[in-house]
Structures are given as C-alpha cells and as structure tokens.
C-alpha cells in the first residue's frame, strides 16, 4: 500500500490510496478532482472510489465534478452526513476493499460534524496501517466541536482512535500542525515531545513539506486533546474529568490567538 498527499486549497490534503498489486487507487476528500487525478495519472493508478469522511465544503465539494471526470466512480461518506454526491453511505465498522491487498474499514468520529468518518486502512502483513481522520483528529489537535458535545470528541479521540494500533500513521484533512503544537505548549510548556515536534514541524513547513503523516503514539504524546486523561493537565485546568477537560481544551483554544 502507498500513500501521496495531494495539497488542496490553502491547507488542505486530499490523499491517494494505492493498491500496488492492481494499480487500483482510492482518494480521500477529493476537494480539487483535477489534481487528485492529475496525481492518479502521474503515479499510473486508477481511481476506483472516493472516501468522503465529512461534508464540509472542503471535503466533499469536489464530489459531483469527479463523478463527471471519472464515470462509474462510487463516493463513500457517513450515513448521518449529508455528503454531497454520496453513492454509498457508510456507517461505523463497515469495511471495504481496494484491489487485492488494502482493506478499509469505517469508523464513525462524531462531533465535528454528525456522521463524521475516519478510516483505518492495512495493507499487507507487515505494513503500517493508517487512519484518515479528515477534521475529527488533527496533528496535536482536533476539530471544532460544530455538531456535538466534549463526550462525543472524546468518544472519537480517546475511545475510538485511541484504540488503534500505536504505529498507526494518521493522516488528517489540514496542515495545522505548527500552531496545533504551539497551542499544545500552553497547556503542558515542559512536555519536551511537544517542544520537539515543534521545532520539527516548523522546519518541515519553511521547507514547503507536509508535517502529515504523525502516529497514533506520538499523538499521545503531544495531542492535549488525547491527554485529557492525565491528572496533571486536569488538575492545571481546574478540571475534575476527562471530558470536562477536553472541553476546557477546546474553549481556551477557540479563544486562543497564537
């Protein structure tokens, strides 16, 4: 299995997931579809389906016009999102398959917006595994609380994400990570993860490269949001619970004007 980002927009990523066995490819959130095919050709794969994980604008938005460049085309997107030029709804635990060798299975990460999806793709034993979390879970940060409540996001990071394998590599829906891990510092200034990524990430953005894919284990490490279960950052915010925690979390960085 192979994994390119496709940059969209400002900040986006759309990513192209390839089956090197057949050649066949699915995209994620295809919000520009003449780069994301114009990448598809560049690499010699066709495009068999899309992955929508939410219906925002700028995930979903290139759904009808890539049904018109690649006919047939089937575009997946959570049964309680109305995603647009969906064909195929999904619902939590629903699996897929691409080519010969990748397997896909859906995951619901509500909160951000109702029918939120993630999904947890593997390849062949022994390759790293990898999960698309769209706005659900960002590098060091998560996404805006639109369509649901603190135990929903918690749920979706520290339930459900949070069980997968350690080496997962996480690719999310935007390239926020530099002011995700500054705000990090606020909430934990001696973590020396989060001081170290920081600096890494900040040199991989001067260089015009992604800070995508992390890990699920270095989340845990620096994301404040998947750390809501340590007393220490409880106890620094005033909190008494995980969940009250992550909100406190989100409050302070919705504010926040790093």
């Known amino acids: 299995m192979k994994i390119f980002h496709v940059p969209c927009l400002d ?43 939410h219906h925002h604008w700028d995930h979903a938005g290139g759904n009808e016009k890539i049904k018109q460049l690649v006919p047939g085309i089937k575009v997946y997107g959570g049964s309680l999102d109305k995603v647009k030029g969906c064909t195929d709804a999904v619902d939590n635990g629903d699996k897929l398959s691409l080519g010969q060798d990748v397997n896909i299975c859906a995951l619901h990460t509500p909160c951000h917006t109702k029918g939120h999806i993630s999904y947890y793709v593997t390849g062949k034993v022994g390759e790293t ?102 007393p220490e950052i409880q106890e620094k915010l005033g909190c008494k619970s995980p969940i009250d925690t992550l909100r406190e979390i989100r409050n302070k960085k919705d504010q926040w004007k790093g």
């Open 129 to 230: 595994p990898a999960v698309f979390t769209g706005d659900t879970l960002f590098v060091a940060g998560c996404g805006k609380f639109f369509e649901g409540t603190a135990e929903q996001m918690h749920q979706s990071l520290c339930v459900t994400l949070a069980a997968l394998p350690k080496p997962t590599q996480v690719y999310c829906g935007h390239e926020y990570t530099v002011k995700n891990l500054e705000f990090a510092l606020t909430v934990e200034p001696n973590n020396e993860k989060i001081q170290q990524k920081l600096s890494w990430a900040r040199q991989q953005r001067q260089a015009n490269l992604p800070t995508i894919p992390s890990t699920l284990e270095e989340e845990l490490e620096t994301n404040p949001f998947m750390r809501v279960d340590k």
């Open 11 to 53: 900040d986006n990523y759309s990513y192209l997931i390839i089956d090197e066995s057949t050649g066949d490819a699915a995209v994620v959130d295809p919000v520009d579809p003449e780069k994301v095919i114009a990448s598809a050709e560049e690499h010699q794969v066709k495009i068999k389906f899309v992955l929508t994980t």
